[in-house]
């Protein structure tokens, strides 16, 4: 079990490392430069030079690489281009909104998941098994930009339940997070209704009802355990794209979270505030693999042999 954890924590550490050297590179690499956007077109040469050398650009990539990599085990992560503050404070005051959205959407796109495949395989071929396949498809089939733009016509301009901008109450939390939450669950609804289908098929389920078990447990006790395996897999999996889909969805709902920030600081080649948080969201990744890798052993101790 120990071996097991150890090779999976080696292994995401090697990731992380990996990721914050392709971000760094393909940052750094990108046409623009930062400070010559910040001063204006017409900033002198003087002014250009020194800038540079107080935010580290004067020097080769390699050594800002190390240096970023250096000051980030020791709690600095430098100074934003374009705000003039610390990177940390900024990330502190956008980091509680993007939880809110991307834990919230992730928690209701996971339960709507769940509940429509386990209903589907258990009413195989009726009509709430169809219902499911088609509402899956509908969802997957429509972009997420455009089901928050859709939304925030109807119930925010239109009916006028729901505030159309900004953070500022419970309220105002239900659309983002239903835009997330309906299309991702999609995801997890088809895997849980093959997952589940197929544990019911098993030789051991069969072995219950003969001995008489009631099919309620039998379900719920043996067989909807061994069906989640693969939600886990999905959710390591699908955490990128809720990510990633979040930083739209806070740009259409003006969410002041880390999107909003990221958007911003990518248009302005604000370096510092683009490589964290790029950082951040793989670190958060990979976390949720290695998390994911190490419940498998939990739920299925047949997993810790591997080899």
Do not use: C
Not at 91 to 117: C, D, H, N, Q, Y
Not at 191 to 198: G, K, N, Q, V
Not at 222 to 236: C, D, G, R, V, Y
Request: without cysteine; charged residues 15%.
């Amino acid at each position: 079990m120990k071996s097991y954890i150890l090779r999976r924590i080696l292994r995401a550490l090697f990731t992380a490392f990996g990721v914050s050297l392709v971000a760094f590179m393909i940052l750094h690499l990108a046409p623009g430069d930062p400070v010559k956007i910040m001063l204006g077109p017409y900033a002198t040469e003087e002014n250009v030079q020194a800038l540079r050398a107080r935010y580290n650009l004067d020097k080769p990539l390699h050594i800002q690489y190390l240096t970023w990599i250096k000051n980030i085990f020791k709690g600095e992560l430098g100074t934003s281009i374009r705000y003039n503050r610390p990177v940390g404070e900024l990330i502190k005051e956008r980091l509680g909104p993007t939880l809110i959205l991307t834990g919230s959407g992730l928690l209701v796109a996971v339960i709507l998941g769940v509940l429509f495949g386990t209903l589907a395989a258990l009413k195989k071929n009726s009509i709430l098994d169809y219902l499911t396949t088609f509402q899956t498809m509908f969802w997957l089939s429509i972009p997420s930009f455009w089901l928050a733009i859709v939304l925030l016509y109807i119930f925010g301009l239109k009916l006028r339940w729901v505030p159309i901008a900004g953070m500022t109450s419970f309220s105002s939390t239900i659309l983002p997070v239903l835009t997330i939450g309906l299309r991702e669950q999609a995801w997890f609804a088809r895997p849980m209704r093959a997952e589940m289908l197929e544990v019911l098929s098993q030789n051991y389920i069969k072995a219950l009802k003969a001995k008489g078990v009631k099919y309620e447990k039998i379900v719920w006790k043996h067989a909807f355990k061994n069906a989640l395996i693969p939600i886990i897999t999905m959710i390591a999996l699908q955490l990128p794209w809720i990510i990633g889909g979040a930083v739209v969805i806070e740009v259409v709902f003006s969410w002041g979270g880390m999107g909003s920030l990221l958007v911003g600081s990518v248009l302005s080649r604000d370096y510092q505030v683009v490589q964290t948080i790029l950082l951040f969201i793989s670190i958060a990744v990979v976390a949720a693999n290695l998390l994911a890798d190490i419940l498998y052993s939990f739920i299925d101790p047949r997993i810790r042999t591997e080899r």
